[in-house]
């Protein structure tokens, strides 16, 4: 049973970068045909994509997101990763790691982690 787990830090000051990982367990990263997606929900919003990388290790981003967010994965320790430049009270949200075999169709969800920016 594959699960996922966010980590990182839970207060972001405005103008740095929000780094998170995802640690999976259960499964690996380089498993045929997943795809590995960052997701955040801001307070009384709904769910936004950010990107996903993919089994292979390809990367694909939102176009709102795509100047600020890098997500990379790292096979041997077997978690993927999200930074994201230039962090603003907007960017404050509860942030997401899921898998799916599409993109848009995720049936593993981590629980999410808090990420607030502010001064």
């Known amino acids: 049973q594959v699960k996922l787990q966010e980590s990182g830090p839970g207060l972001v000051k405005p103008s740095q970068a929000l780094s998170l990982t995802c640690t999976v367990s259960g499964g690996s990263i380089t498993t045929n045909y997943y795809y590995w997606s960052w997701i955040r929900q801001s307070p009384g919003k709904g769910l936004e994509w950010i990107g996903y990388?993919?089994?292979?290790?390809?990367?694909h981003y939102s176009l709102s997101l795509r100047s600020r967010a890098l997500i990379s994965r790292d096979t041997s320790g077997n978690h993927f990763s999200l930074q994201l430049s230039s962090m603003t009270p907007e960017d404050t949200a509860v942030y997401f790691c899921?898998?799916?075999?599409?993109?848009?169709?995720?049936?593993?969800w981590g629980q999410g982690t808090v990420v607030t920016v502010s001064s």
């Open positions: 899921a898998r799916g075999l599409r993109p848009d169709i995720l049936e593993v």
């Open positions: 990388i993919d089994y292979g290790g390809s990367t």
